[in-house]
């Protein structure tokens, strides 16, 4: 039988970098055993439906370059995906539960379930349903459904035993029943299923024959077994991810930064960074390689090489990878890459004429180097665009240097620079040097005014490249404008 996974989110928030890594984990598995990988929105939980989240799911299905096989715009055989459009289904398979005894109607008001759970709290007992409505007749049945046209349905979790689940990663999971919360509803009485009932009945239909899915679900796999059970259904294989925690040890949240694909995607990570880095939360090929691909992944990965130790999420390797990756982008690519950010700060317009496309594509050299994200762009280009309009007085003068002794440097600096067209990088580095010996000033001392000429800045690509690009007649311009700046200063 060939293997059939599923990423099955609620959309109620942005998606997280750990429902990312369950995508992506299924995917993998899914394309290494030649399976399919399907994606189920599981939305039966209406008032935690947030609006955003399903453009925000399949956006960042897309840019992680996630694709399946079936799912709610790629109809296969066994849809619909969405389980709001699935409800006349749940219900029909909870009338089956309740037809062979295991399930039944449950009329009780929020302020009985309420009285009972303040019964339960005063006596230091679990909260829990008390399993009122298990064992009504048939004629306290009919009376009540008068009063209360709208029961919930419950499952009869059994009185005695216990139930074992297998996991893949995990080994045997025992459960006494009577430590199951007692009798979980099935269907509210908006007459829509829980997660429970939706997701067992839809992971049997859907022939879903591996449940790969974030630790926090371990606690309820013995309630969807007695499910299965009840049913008569084979439970799939189960394998419970490794969770991600910050470094920490806590569960990765806010606090400890980006956690959701589009701040990650906002900030500039390349796609191709991300999934790297998320493959190697709680799985490993082998001790030592890194660097993997998508495609690579869908080959090499195994279930048998997940951890069962916590991930930890490392914020600064992934800046590494992403280094990495941004090294790797021809120009071209790096440019495309940059473009939406350059747009988004304004620091040019659309349409981009070609003039500027080339001046921005003869800039990738000399950003490639410096950047971490792809949001460090603008910030290293905008010299390009705009001349410093008032300089930070500040800036230009190098440590441990006062002002009289920066004074003859940007004049000397006008003459040497005065020939950028002329002569190599190497010849005025060479000029620079000699002449910032003569001045006894360091190499970077000397061109420290000139980069803050320039740019603005002390930090900024490499400067010569930057001239160039800049154009002789305008740096020498700023040149001058600092040093008028200073000159004013010890005036
Ligand atoms: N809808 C559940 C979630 O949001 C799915 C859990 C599962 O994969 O069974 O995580
Ligand atoms: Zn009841």
């Known amino acids: 039988m060939s293997v059939r996974v599923r990423y099955a989110p609620s959309p109620t928030g942005y998606q997280h970098i750990g429902g990312a890594r369950t995508a992506l984990f299924n995917y993998f598995f899914a394309c290494s055993m030649g399976g399919q990988f399907l994606l189920r929105v599981e939305d039966t939980d209406q008032g935690r439906y947030f609006d955003e989240a399903l453009q925000d799911l399949y956006e960042t299905l897309d840019w992680l370059g996630i694709t399946y096989d079936e799912g709610p715009q790629k109809d296969g055989a ?31 008001s929020a302020s009985r379930l309420e009285r009972i759970r303040k019964i339960q709290e005063a006596n230091g007992m679990a909260p829990g349903y008390d399993r009122h ?3 009504l007749s048939e004629a306290e049945r009919q ?15 059994p009185i005695d035993g216990a139930v074992t689940v297998h996991d893949e990663l995990l080994g045997d999971i025992t459960r ?3 430590d199951i919360n007692p009798d979980p509803i099935l269907m509210k009485s908006d007459n829509l299923p829980t997660y429970h009932l939706a997701n067992v009945i839809d992971d049997h239909l859907m022939k879903i024959t591996h449940v790969l899915r974030a630790q926090e679900w371990v606690p309820s796999a013995p309630l969807h ?15 419970h991810l490794p969770m991600v925690l910050g470094q920490d040890g806590q569960k990765l949240s806010k606090r400890h930064g980006a956690t959701s694909v589009r701040e990650f995607r906002a900030k500039g990570y390349l796609p191709e960074a991300i999934v790297n880095y998320i493959s190697l939360l709680g799985w490993s090929l082998d001790d030592s390689t890194e660097f993997f691909t998508l495609d690579e992944l869908c080959k090499v990965f195994t279930l048998q090489r997940l951890n069962k130790a916590p991930a930890v999420f490392d914020y600064k390797k992934l800046d590494w990878f992403n280094g990495m990756y941004l090294r790797k982008l021809s120009h071209e690519e790096l440019l495309g890459q940059c473009m939406p950010f350059l747009l988004e700060s304004g620091l040019i317009k659309e349409p981009v004429g070609k003039e500027i496309t080339d001046l921005l594509l003869q800039a990738m050299p000399l950003i490639q180097e410096r950047m971490h994200y792809l949001s460090d762009a603008p910030q290293l280009l905008a010299f390009l665009f705009n001349r410093p309009e008032q300089y930070d007085i500040a800036c230009a003068i190098p440590k441990k240097m006062e002002l009289p002794a920066v004074m003859p440097i940007l004049p000397a600096a006008i003459e040497i620079f ?24 360091k190499i970077g001392q000397f061109l420290q005014p000139v980069r803050v000429a320039l740019t603005g800045s002390t930090v900024s690509p490499p400067l010569f490249g930057s ?25």
Request: glycine share 6%.
């Open 225 to 239: 077994a007695l499910l299965y059970q009840a049913f008569g259904w084979d439970m799939p294989k189960l394998c």
């Open 78 to 108: 066994y849809g619909p995906y969405v389980q709001s459009e699935r409800s006349d289904l749940y219900r029909e398979y909870a009338q089956k539960l309740i037809d062979s005894g295991h399930a039944y109607y449950c009329y009780c």
């Open 418 to 441: 005065s020939h950028l067209d002329a002569k190599n990088d190497e010849e005025l580095e060479q000029e620079c040097r000699s002449k910032a010996d003569a001045l006894g000033v």
């Open 143 to 157: 009376e009540l459904d008068k009063e209360c046209p709208h029961p919930v349905i419950r499952f009869k979790i």
């Open 467 to 491: 001239m160039r690009l800049l154009g002789k007649e305008e740096s020498l311009v700023r040149m001058r404008n600092l040093q008028g700046t200073l000159e004013k200063q010890t005036s």
């Open 176 to 178: 006494e029943c009577k």
């Open 133 to 135: 409505c298990r064992d």
